[in-house]
């Protein structure tokens, strides 16, 4: 019989899982439903020692002897502190520790309660990776305690800490058998010709495969997942996802029905976005993608093909469909102007919120937006730094509050003609019009969405940036054919304004027409 917690329990699991044989566990109450765990798995061999100092040597010995990961557990408070000075060696050796310690609520640290001290990060940079598990309450913190457990057993290359929390009663062992627990894989090595013909294969192979690629861009996959619906036949059952911060949370919610993921990064991180990463594979994601769609060219495969039907479809109707006097009509006429050959070196920025989500929808070329965390600050400045070390012209759609929370970047000397800014102003955020429920609140508005008069016209005249601006529709295509074609040694800015209730009206219409 194994412990009742949860997080232990998990644990375990994933210790047998990650090939853990040897484990030096060290006395104490706190622990001991771990220690009990691992002295009942068959497949763990455990060797009590008491003085923790020499427990964390011994386990180090084992692992120069044995070359393969070997655990220590110790109780909680200054037990864990007593591990540094072999934690520190193993570092340095790159030698494979693997340090459990049990730790007390989080709620109790500092209260002068027995044997408590802050133990997450107690060993500084001395580890790899360190994590602290939840004691799990619902299916997603269960997600996140294996996810843990998973990042730090595959990480490379010296010693990782995992401290786990386990509240009161202790002793209760009433688990017949232990979870089954998916385990993540790490291929650590740049990607092999080897590698990339066994990913390629394991796409073809799959019955229903789909790669999906983050920032820059995912075009019209929120429509495509909005009309599958409920239909199952269009749900992967292996995707191979290259990294990168995906907008929709729609196509988010809808990727975690799928089986497994194995995920193509450059730094080995476990990015698991769709709760089922299987494998994180260490190497150039677009490598990885083009040979992904060259195979697909050679080899068509039906699941792939019905997916392109769809979004075919799709590509279609927001082709057919015009919106009205708009944020939405302009990006289209900006998207729809910007690549007919006279921009082939064209860099494009979108700020965050409603400009990249617009963009998703009419852009067919990689885009640069701060997805990675930023919400709506910094977006022009990133844009202004990009055209700074380029001879190309640069590209800025963003909208009224990005803009003007981050208007000293045009404040600047070292600025020219490339840079382009196409800004959308409403005079709020709009976004939160479209928010189900917000509009309840009185202080939607005024204190939410910020309602605002501001005009860009005064920021350029002070920071000598050319200024445009459009109130109607023809107003707004003269001045992006200005804004993409005409010379000049200074920055030109577009303000295309619009009504709120007039944007929120035209993507309304959009996703009707695109769903019928």
């Known amino acids: 019989m194994y412990s009742n917690k949860e997080n232990v329990n998990i644990l375990t699991s994933l210790l047998v899982a990650h090939g853990i044989r040897h484990a030096v566990v060290c006395p104490g109450s706190r622990n001991a439903p771990i220690v009990h765990n691992l002295s009942q798995c068959p497949d763990i061999q455990c060797y009590p020692v008491t003085d923790e100092r020499s427990a964390g040597f011994y386990a180090l010995g084992m692992t120069i002897a044995l070359g393969e990961p070997v655990l220590v557990c110790v109780t909680s408070g200054t037990a864990l502190l007593n591990l540094a000075p072999a934690v520190a060696e193993a570092y340095y050796q790159h030698r494979p520790l693997v340090v459990v310690s049990a730790d007390r609520p989080q709620q109790w640290i500092d ?34 305690c294996n996810r843990l457990v998973n990042e730090a057993l595959i990480t490379p290359n010296g010693p990782v800490h ?41 796409f073809m192979q799959a019955r229903r495969p789909m790669l999906i690629s983050g920032q820059p861009m995912n075009p019209l996959m929120d429509e495509a ?21 995906i907008v929709s949370k729609r196509l988010k919610r809808f990727l975690r029905k ?32 083009d040979q992904v769609r060259f195979m697909t060219e050679q080899q068509p495969h039906p699941f792939v093909q019905q997916w392109q039907a769809l979004l075919e479809r799709i590509r279609r109707q927001v082709s057919s469909f015009l919106p009205p006097y708009s944020q939405m009509a302009a990006v289209r006429y900006f998207e729809q102007s910007l690549y007919d050959g006279r921009h082939p070196k064209a860099s494009v920025h979108y700020a965050n919120s409603m ?12 885009v640069f937006c ?38 000293n970047a045009l404040w600047n000397q070292n600025l020219k003609g490339n840079l382009r800014i196409l800004l959308l102003n409403n005079g709020c955020g709009g976004i939160f019009n479209m928010l189900p429920g917000l509009e309840q609140s009185p202080a939607r508005d005024s204190f939410v ?16 940036i050319c200024y445009l601006k459009a109130t109607n529709i023809e107003e707004m295509q003269q001045g992006i054919d200005t804004l993409l074609n005409t010379d000049s040694q200074r920055p030109v800015l577009l303000e295309v304004f619009t009504r709120p209730a007039d944007d929120q009206s035209a993507l309304q219409a959009y996703y009707q027409s695109v769903t019928q």
């Not at 408590?116 to 107690?122: E, I, N, S």
């Open 225 to 245: 997942v909005m009309l599958v619906g409920d239909d199952d036949s269009f749900v992967p059952d292996f995707v191979l996802y290259t990294g990168g911060s």
């Open 162 to 202: 995992i401290n786990v929390p386990i509240s009161e009663p202790l002793f209760h062992f009433s688990v017949e058998q232990l979870p089954a627990e998916r385990t993540i894989a790490l291929t650590p090595a740049d990607i092999q010709p080897h590698v990339l013909s066994h990913v390629c294969r394991m």
């Open 449 to 464: 969405a910020a309602d605002h008069h501001a005009s860009a016209e005064g920021i350029c005249m002070q920071n000598a």
């Open 355 to 366: 400009a990249i989500r617009l963009a998703n929808i009419y852009a067919q070329h990689p």
């Open 258 to 289: 799928a089986k497994e993921t194995w995920v193509v990064n450059a730094t080995g991180e476990v990015t698991d976005t769709f709760m089922n990463v299987t494998r994180v594979i260490v190497g150039d994601a677009s490598v990885v993608a």
């Open 111 to 144: 209260q002068l309660d027995g044997q408590t001290l802050p133990q997450p990060d107690a060993l500084g940079r001395f580890v790899r990776k360190a994590v602290t598990l939840p004691e799990p309450h619902d299916d997603e913190e269960r997600w996140y």
């Open 370 to 407: 701060n997805r990675g965390v930023n919400g709506i600050e910094g977006s022009l400045s990133t844009a202004a730094g990009f055209s700074c070390v380029t001879g190309e012209p640069v590209f800025c759609v963003v909208g009224d509050l990005s803009f003007f929370y981050d208007s």
